[in-house]
């Protein structure tokens, strides 16, 4: 029986998926564990209420613009020849992303945890 390469495709996704989603737990629970959240704890909730409370034409937006900021710090990145040039090629599009809060679906996944933990300790 030969198997399909979409089926090879739906089982890595669900790998990469469930690992992403267990990283994010375990970085939860190590920060929380910590008290990094000490004295920040209603930030970090608010932040987590407002990335899900947007529309879905915006987050679909914001995703987008994430994804051309992200795949511009990489070819930036690969295109440089020394250390340095490809340090200032990946930061400005990064600094971007994240100064102007674009929906990164990982980070969102961690915030979305983290938030959720927070509320049950506060």
């Known amino acids: 029986v030969?198997?399909?390469?979409?089926?090879?495709?739906?089982?890595?996704?669900?790998?990469?998926a469930s690992v992403l989603c267990a990283?994010?737990?375990?970085?939860?629970?190590?920060?929380?564990?910590?008290?990094?959240?000490?004295h920040r704890e209603g930030f970090t909730i608010e932040l987590a209420y407002k990335k899900c409370s947007y529309?879905?034409?915006?987050?679909?937006?914001?995703?987008?613009l994430c994804n051309w900021l992200v795949c511009m710090?990489?070819?930036?990145?690969?295109?440089?020849?020394?250390?340095?040039?490809?340090?200032?090629?990946i930061w400005f599009p990064i600094s971007a992303f994240v100064t102007m809060g674009f929906e990164h679906c990982i980070a969102n996944q961690f915030l979305r945890k983290c938030g959720l933990q927070l509320t049950r300790v506060v």
């Not at 090879?8 to 790998?15: F, I």
């Not at 737990?25 to 990094?36: A, F, R």
């Not at 710090?73 to 090629?89: H, M």
């Open 23 to 38: 990283g994010c737990l375990l970085m939860v629970g190590l920060m929380l564990s910590g008290d990094v959240f000490m």
């Open 55 to 64: 529309s879905f034409g915006a987050t679909l937006t914001k995703g987008i």
């Open 73 to 89: 710090a990489v070819w930036q990145g690969n295109a440089a020849q020394d250390i340095a040039s490809k340090l200032l090629g």
């Open 2 to 16: 030969k198997i399909q390469p979409s089926c090879l495709a739906a089982k890595a996704d669900t790998v990469t």
